[in-house]
């Protein structure tokens, strides 16, 4: 299974960009996706989760500003980011909790990750 995120790129300040994530290969079903942020010299942290049912999860200091969506048909996950800040600036990677077979449980994949720049 891989994961090839897309979007990323250099916004000014308040300036808006949308980020995608197809999973590709051996898939039964996907259950939760995500986006997961790492900015330099920080933790890895959580954006913003989507179950296969469309319930949706955000950390506090997107919320409001970003939203996650996914087509369960392409196996894709979207984070259209709005109202941009400096500090939102990040490696942004998709996660994805995928079922590749119709039994067992599912397994966690990572996106190669997509840099977001916000600057003037």
């Known amino acids: 299974v891989q994961l090839q995120a897309s979007g990323g790129g250099l916004v000014q300040p308040g300036g808006s960009l949308r980020l995608s994530c197809a999973a590709s290969g051996r898939i039964f079903s996907i259950n939760d996706m995500g986006w997961y942020r790492q900015a330099p010299g920080k933790q890895r942290e959580l954006v913003a989760t989507?179950?296969?049912?469309?319930?949706?999860n955000y950390a506090g200091s997107v919320k409001g500003r970003f939203t996650i969506s996914r087509d369960n048909a392409k196996n894709t996950v979207y984070l259209q980011m709005n109202s941009l800040k400096p500090e939102d600036t990040a490696v942004y990677y998709c996660?994805?909790?995928?079922?590749?077979?119709?039994w067992g449980g599912g397994m966690d994949y990572w996106g190669e990750g997509t840099l977001v720049t916000v600057s003037s």
């Open positions: 989507v179950t296969s049912g469309g319930s949706t």
């Open positions: 996660n994805a909790d995928v079922r590749r077979f119709s």
